[in-house]
């Protein structure tokens, strides 16, 4: 038997100006295994659909009215089981700190991208290096969100805050 989809309707954070991300990467881990998420929005969210692509999640998108968007995000076959390979590479995300890494192949700064770009552009980045190569990027807040993800696609990284506030990050693909 399946599950009703866990349904989230971000039209109204959306219309009063807020950033919605929080709430659907919220939603997405409250998902029991195999739910699909209903997510409603004032606009397609085409740069979602590659974040949770990552995790394993197969957006149908479509025209509700209005210019409103109704979307079902349905995990994959691949995408379950998660919770123990996320588990077994949270292990291994943050490199000894006596390793040597060599010079990012790719230098971004990210700080004016609203969210959730800087994280779509970084793990973009990422995809185009060959494994053992690394990527630095200047991000405007600490990617909570981020690490999630670059665990989930063994990658690593170093990462702090500069004098300014930002949060730059070095990463290596695995």
Request: contains cysteine; charged residues 25%; proline residues 10%.
């Amino acid at each position: 038997m399946t599950q009703p989809h866990y349904e989230l309707d971000v039209r109204p954070i959306l219309r009063e100006g807020g950033e919605p991300f929080l709430a659907v990467m919220q939603a997405v881990d409250a998902l029991a295994p195999g739910q699909s998420l209903r997510l409603l929005a004032t606009f397609k969210p085409i740069p979602l659909f590659h974040v949770l692509g990552s995790r394993g999640f197969e957006p149908t998108a479509r025209e509700i009215g209005n210019g409103d968007w109704e979307v079902i995000f349905t995990p994959t076959e691949s995408q379950s089981g998660g919770e123990a390979s996320q588990a077994e590479s949270a292990n291994n995300r943050v490199d000894k700190a006596d390793e040597a890494w060599p010079e990012p192949v790719i230098e971004l700064n990210n700080c004016d991208l609203d969210p959730p770009e800087p994280m779509v552009r970084t793990l973009e980045g990422v995809e185009t290096l060959s494994p053992g190569q690394t990527l630095a990027a200047l991000l405007p807040r600490e990617p909570l969100f981020l690490f999630k993800e670059l665990e989930s696609r063994g990658h690593l990284w170093r990462g702090s805050f500069d004098p300014e506030g930002h949060y730059r990050i070095v990463i290596r693909r695995g």
